[in-house]
């Protein structure tokens, strides 16, 4: 059974800095392509970055681009977003999932984690 268990939400000032982790089980890991994707508050869930896999080629939405770095270990079995220069529009629920920008919303999916940017 597929498990992603996302971690390192939060609340953090505008310009400041979050990385979030997804630890995986249940399935090849250094197998598979990763994603990120988010859900803010009343709205759609959009991708946000996803890596292949053995983390040699990364996409980012433009909204991240150049603020936003995706990573993995697969050693660890687990895959990384760091986040740097947050704007309140970053609010929202991020979730891992497994798989690429283009087959996300039919893949399996964490149960996310809260990242809030407010002053």
């Known amino acids: 059974e597929v498990q992603l268990v996302e971690s390192g939400g939060g609340l953090v000032q505008p310009g400041g800095s979050l990385r979030l982790s997804c630890a995986a089980s249940?399935?090849?890991?250094?197998?598979?392509?990763m994603t990120w994707v988010r859900q803010a508050p009343g709205k759609e869930s959009r991708w946000v970055a996803t890596?292949?896999?053995?983390?040699?080629?990364?996409a980012y939405a433009d909204s991240v681009k150049g603020r936003f770095t995706i990573s993995r270990d697969n050693a660890k079995n687990t895959m990384y977003l760091q986040m740097n220069s947050l704007k309140p529009e970053d609010t929202a629920v991020y979730f891992c999932?497994?798989?690429?920008?283009?087959?996300?919303?039919?893949?399996?999916w964490g149960q996310g984690t809260q990242v809030t940017v407010s002053s």
């Open positions: 999932v497994k798989g690429s920008q283009y087959t996300y919303p039919r893949d399996s």
């Open positions: 249940g399935f090849t890991f250094s197998s598979s392509t």
């Open positions: 890596v292949d896999e053995n983390g040699g080629s990364t």
